[in-house]
């Protein structure tokens, strides 16, 4: 099974980094690009395991590990394939 867990900034936390490439965009002439937001992408083989307990452990590690959720959200998808 595999899993692909995508954290970003909260809305309410400044993007320092999404608001460089938006500028640089800009000056590139993308002048409709209105916000930008930095993320990651981490994906993750979790071998043979239920989709329950896929489940129960993506949360503990984004909770724990993966994002810092104090600034960040967090979200996943599991392919079961």
Known sequence: MKARVYVTLRKS????QGNAIKNALGKLGY??????RIGKLIELDLGDITGDEADRQLV??????LANTVIEEFEYEIDQR
Do not use: R
């Open 13 to 16: 936390i400044a993007d320092p």
């Open 31 to 36: 002048t409709n690009v209105e916000e930008v």
């Open 60 to 65: 503990k590690m984004c909770e724990g590990l």
